[in-house]
């Protein structure tokens, strides 16, 4: 299992946390420090589509141009990501070939502990 995100985040931090003390295997990649590739990118947003990668409560979002937040599409949404990892919801997590957004321990205990 690989897990994405910011290693400030409240969400990543809890994430985290649960992860150590479920003692489930994982690995840490923070978009801040590690980057974030287009490669990367694209293979979450075929896996589960990029409105859902797109955090729209955050600060990274309301500092858009309203015209921005109105007209996004894909490609513009790809780009914004890219070039501001920070509006991506967290975290993202790899598991197998499945891809999945935020953390929720309810649905964490039934996929990921053993």
């Known amino acids: 299992m690989k897990l994405y995100g910011i290693r400030n985040c409240d969400t990543v931090k809890k994430a985290r946390k649960w992860l150590d003390e479920n ?61 501001n990892p920070s509006i991506i919801k967290r975290p993202v997590v790899e598991s197998g070939d499945s891809v999945s957004v935020g953390f929720q321990a309810d649905d964490w205990e039934q996929r990921f502990k053993n």
């Open 23 to 83: 003692n489930v295997a994982h690995e840490f990649h923070d978009f801040k420090k590690d980057g974030l590739n287009e490669t990367l990118l694209a293979r979450w947003e075929q896996a589960i589509g990029w409105e859902e990668l797109i955090n729209r409560r955050g600060t990274t979002w309301r500092k858009l141009p309203e015209e921005l937040r109105d007209t996004i599409g894909a490609q513009t949404a790809h780009e914004i990501m890219l070039n």
